[in-house]
Structure formats: structure tokens, C-alpha cells
């Protein structure tokens, strides 16, 4: 079921390519090189992998965020959502996993947003599953859905953690300390 709402996800994000409501990958490329200076070449194909999966997307999200665990995890984050044409909105993030994980890591992120109607409906909670192995440094990316809209954070960052978890982000307007 989840491969079929990707599919569709995917058929939406390029039939709206065409109303330049969508970002393209030079655009996405240079606002990645933007935020975290010269793009390596891991960054590029993470971009290329999601654009493949994916396509266009309408929305994205350059932020930070910290994370740690020891089987049970907890991820704080903050940044900025960016639509087009020129709608900005400051959003946090926070969440509970469960797994196989330990360690903690420290990451910049950048995520394609996919069929984001409008900056509001991004506050809301999105489930996932990440796997990660962070050793000194390293770029990673997953996919989070909740209805249509579909979330690909790439995450570049130090550390030590390695694992996999089980989880959810929820975005909200203000910083919150309890991860629910």
C-alpha cells in the first residue's frame, strides 16, 4: 500500500511540474550548495535518488536537528519551509523512535516536501522508518508520509550512532520540549 501511495504521490508532484508551483533539480541543487556549501558528491546523488523516486517537489526544508538513543530515541529539530512563490515559514520538529539504535548525532537537513497543499499543512505528524550508521560523519535519507504529503529528509551530520528505529516527526509552529 505504501509503494502504491508513492506512485501516486509521484504522478501528482509531475503533473503540477508543469504550473511552476515545483522546484526543479538545478533549483534544489543550488539552494542544497547554499545551505551546506560546496554539494559533495554524496549529496548529489541523495538529490538524484529522490528526484528519481519522487520527482518535483513543491516545498522544502533547510533546518538542524539533534538526535540520541539507547533503544528508545528522541530528535529535536528546527529550519524553515520554503514554497514557492517566495512563502517562507519558520517550523520545529520533534519525535520519539524505538529500535535497534544507539548513539547520537548532530545533522544539517535539507527535505523535499511532495504534495504539500499549503505552508500550514505541514504541521502535523509524520511516521517513518530510519535506518543509520553515523561514524565521525555521513549523508542519509528516508521517507516520511502522512496522507499525500510525502517528506524526503537528507541528513548530513557527526557522530556515533548506528541502528535502525521506528518513529514519527511531528512538525508543529513552536519549539516544544515533550516529544508527543
Known amino acids: 500500500m505504501a509503494a502504491l501511495l508513492i506512485a501516486a504521490g509521484t504522478a501528482r508532484a509531475e503533473d503540477t511540474a508543469a504550473s511552476g508551483d ?23 546523488r541523495a538529490v538524484d535518488k529522490v528526484f528519481a523516486d519522487q ?20 530528535r529535536y529539530g528546527s529550519g524553515t519551509l520554503n514554497m514557492k512563490p517566495g512563502r517562507v515559514k519558520k517550523v520545529y520538529w520533534q519525535g520519539p523512535s524505538i529500535g535497534w539504535d544507539i548513539g547520537g548525532n548532530a ?12 505552508v500550514d499543512s505541514i504541521y ?13 560523519g555521513g549523508v542519509g535519507v528516508n521517507y516520511q508520509q502522512a496522507g ?8 548530513a551530520g557527526a557522530g556515533l550512532r548506528a541502528g535502525a528505529n521506528v518513529g514519527y516527526l511531528s512538525y508543529t509552529r513552536e519549539r516544544k520540549i515533550l516529544p508527543f
Do not use: C, W
Open 22 to 44: 515545483t522546484y526543479s533539480k538545478d533549483e534544489v541543487l543550488q539552494a542544497v550548495e547554499g545551505f551546506f556549501g560546496d554539494v559533495s558528491e554524496d549529496m548529489a
Open 55 to 74: 520527482g518535483r517537489p513543491n516545498a522544502y526544508i533547510v533546518g538542524e536537528e539533534g538526535a540520541g538513543a539507547i533503544g528508545v530515541g528522541l
Open 107 to 118: 545533522s544539517k537537513v535539507f527535505t523535499l516536501v511532495y504534495n504539500l497543499p499549503n
Open 124 to 136: 502535523r505528524r509524520f511516521p517513518g522508518v530510519e535506518g543509520s550508521l553515523y561514524v565521525i
Open 148 to 155: 499525500d504529503t510525502i517528506l524526503a529528509p537528507m541528513r
